[in-house]
């Protein structure tokens, strides 16, 4: 009964009702052009594309995609390219002086690093635009089929290409502006749920198969993921609290007055970003083997091929634990945030402004990201764990890595913007005690 009461006090609210509805109507445009392939291409030609695209790198573009990517769409890129610039981005602005002189102009700053961005967003899609078409040109010809070629069509392809990716990153500005939640976040995580009911179709027809485990076996496998969900949630939310009292004014030494006020500085700061870098890094040997004639006879890239294998996912989980610390230390400043708070009358009890501060923020972050790096870890690996314990590959993706923590990172925030749209105007919250906790920093699933 709550639950359909929590329904109609959304439906109540106007501006929340016209968000939602603006929301749905953008996701739905973007789900329909994932299914346009591009001008030229025999969609009964992309069987090989789709084989492909079932592991690897290849196979977390596709997911990010929704499908877009096996099924040769105009969405192909989707918003991948932009998500790596904005990271290029996030990294020159630690070690190149005129992006950090930008950063401190606030919003007149902001406005042209996203310019900035968008360039070079339009530069990796062309990059990656022909390289997409060139390897589905080959894809298509080992198939046995005739592939278009041509300069022509390279030229009018990788434009469309790079226009359809543009639209995606529109629709994902207007559903910030004008819908619900983080856009960019959104439609990542609708490319990764509309995986989704196929995974649990072919998983159901797995363990029914004679000598499977059957409805024990599924019973299992949904208790298990409602674990692992549950314990990624806590991971997402997961925060040290930092006391920060502010002074209104200062007579001498001694401060008076002013509001205590928390500094949340987060388990897992980094969020998926240590694994889609592990990731790219474990499967660099892969590609590069392909050029090589005896590279298939390696032992070492034997092993990290094996994605179920105990070095392939040894050498993944500490790959992670690395790419923690570094992320972390490149995106969490403790002498900046110390000298804001100083700058701005503030201190934590009992630390003394400057170095100190500095010293106690950096002493907090190294002893929560070692525990958040670890879980990052497991929660990455357990995808391999399912499959070896006989879940459907498919299915087994959503046991963990990237795929579970973006979705229960964007489904918390989106749940957390709600709330806040009905406990504004009145309404009862979405949870009978407490409140919706986000992932206390950026809604940007990346």
Same mark, same amino acid.
């Given at each position: 009964?709550?639950?359909?009461?929590?329904?109609?006090?959304?439906?109540?609210?106007?501006?929340?009702?016209?968000?939602?509805?603006?929301?749905?109507?953008?996701?739905?445009?973007?789900?329909?052009?994932?299914?346009?392939?591009?001008?030229?291409?025999?969609?009964?030609?992309?069987?090989? @594309?789709?084989?492909?695209?079932?592991?690897?790198?290849?196979?977390?573009?596709?997911?990010?995609?929704?499908?877009?990517?096996?099924?040769?769409?105009?969405?192909?890129?989707?918003?991948?390219?932009?998500?790596?610039?904005?990271?290029?981005?996030?990294?020159?602005?630690?070690?190149?002086?005129?992006?950090?002189?930008?950063?401190?102009? /606030?919003?007149?700053?902001?406005?042209?690093?996203?310019?900035?961005?968008?360039?070079?967003?339009?530069?990796?899609?062309?990059?990656?635009?022909?390289?997409?078409?060139?390897?589905?040109?080959?894809?298509?010809?080992?198939?046995?089929?005739?592939?278009?070629?041509?300069?022509?069509?390279?030229?009018?392809?990788?434009?469309?290409?790079?226009?359809?990716?543009?639209?995606?990153?529109?629709? /994902?500005?207007?559903?910030?502006?004008?819908?619900?939640?983080?856009?960019?976040?959104?439609?990542?995580?609708?490319?990764?749920?509309?995986?989704?009911?196929?995974?649990?179709?072919?998983?159901?027809?797995?363990?029914?198969?004679? /000598?499977?485990?059957?409805?024990?076996?599924?019973?299992?496998?949904?208790?298990?993921?409602?674990?692992?969900?549950?314990?990624?949630?806590?991971?997402?939310?997961?925060?040290?609290?930092?006391?920060?009292?502010?002074?209104?004014?200062?007579?001498?030494?001694?401060?008076?007055?002013?509001?205590?006020?928390?500094?949340?500085?987060?388990?897992?700061?980094?969020?998926?970003?240590?694994?889609?870098?592990?990731?790219?890094?474990?499967?660099?040997?892969?590609? @590069?083997?392909?050029?090589?004639?005896?590279?298939?006879?390696?032992?070492?890239?034997?092993?990290?091929?094996?994605?179920?294998?105990?070095?392939?996912?040894?050498?993944?989980?500490?790959?992670? @634990?690395?790419?923690?610390?570094?992320?972390?230390?490149?995106?969490?400043?403790?002498?900046?945030?110390?000298?804001?708070?100083?700058?701005?009358?503030?201190?934590?009890? /009992?630390?003394?402004?400057?170095?100190?501060?500095?010293?106690?923020?950096?002493?907090?972050?190294?002893?929560?990201?070692?525990?958040?790096?670890?879980?990052?870890?497991?929660?990455?690996?357990?995808?391999?764990?399912?499959?070896?314990?006989?879940?459907?590959?498919?299915?087994?993706?959503?046991?963990?890595?990237?795929?579970?923590?973006?979705?229960?990172?964007?489904?918390?925030?989106? @749940?957390?913007?709600?709330?806040?749209?009905?406990?504004?105007?009145?309404?009862?919250?979405?949870?009978?005690?407490?409140?919706?906790?986000?992932?206390?920093?950026?809604?940007?699933?990346?």
């Amino acid at each position: 009964m709550r639950f359909i009461e929590t329904i109609k006090n959304i439906w109540a609210v106007e501006e929340l009702r016209q968000r939602i509805l603006i929301t749905l109507l953008f996701v739905i445009i973007y789900r329909l052009g994932t299914y346009i392939v591009i001008p030229g291409i025999d969609p009964q030609t992309l069987k090989a @594309l789709e084989g492909q695209t079932e592991s690897g790198l290849l196979a977390l573009m596709d997911m990010f995609s929704g499908g877009a990517f096996s099924n040769a769409s105009i969405f192909a890129l989707g918003i991948m390219p932009y998500i790596s610039a904005s990271i290029v981005m996030q990294l020159a602005a630690i070690v190149w002086p005129p992006m950090q002189k930008l950063q401190r102009e /606030g919003e007149s700053g902001r406005m042209k690093i996203d310019q900035w961005t968008r360039y070079l967003t339009v530069v990796l899609l062309i990059v990656q635009a022909m390289a997409f078409l060139k390897n589905l040109q080959a894809q298509i010809a080992q198939a046995g089929y005739e592939a278009p070629s041509g300069i022509g069509f390279m030229v009018f392809a990788t434009i469309l290409m790079a226009a359809g990716s543009m639209f995606v990153l529109w629709l /994902g500005e207007r559903i910030t502006d004008k819908g619900l939640g983080n856009g960019v976040s959104i439609i990542i995580m609708v490319g990764i749920i509309s995986r989704l009911p196929q995974a649990i179709i072919a998983e159901f027809t797995h363990q029914m198969q004679p /000598g499977k485990g059957g409805l024990i076996a599924l019973f299992a496998e949904a208790l298990v993921l409602l674990l692992v969900v549950a314990g990624t949630i806590l991971l997402v939310q997961g925060a040290r609290r930092v006391p920060v009292q502010y002074a209104k004014r200062v007579v001498g030494n001694k401060q008076y007055g002013g509001a205590r006020q928390y500094i949340p500085l987060k388990v897992n700061s980094a969020n998926v970003m240590p694994i889609i870098f592990a990731q790219a890094i474990i499967m660099l040997p892969i590609m @590069l083997g392909g050029y090589f004639a005896n590279a298939q006879e390696s032992p070492i890239l034997a092993a990290m091929s094996d994605i179920t294998g105990f070095w392939y996912n040894f050498t993944f989980a500490l790959l992670i @634990l690395i790419f923690t610390y570094f992320y972390t230390a490149i995106t969490i400043n403790p002498h900046q945030m110390a000298e804001d708070l100083k700058r701005n009358n503030g201190f934590i009890p /009992g630390i003394k402004p400057g170095k100190a501060t500095e010293k106690f923020i950096n002493t907090i972050m190294e002893r929560i990201t070692l525990p958040g790096a670890i879980f990052l870890a497991v929660v990455a690996i357990l995808p391999a764990f399912a499959q070896i314990m006989g879940v459907n590959q498919a299915f087994a993706q959503f046991f963990g890595g990237t795929s579970l923590i973006i979705l229960v990172g964007v489904v918390l925030d989106t @749940l957390q913007q709600i709330e806040s749209h009905l406990l504004n105007r009145h309404y009862d919250g979405l949870l009978k005690t407490g409140r919706i906790k986000g992932r206390s920093g950026s809604v940007s699933a990346y």
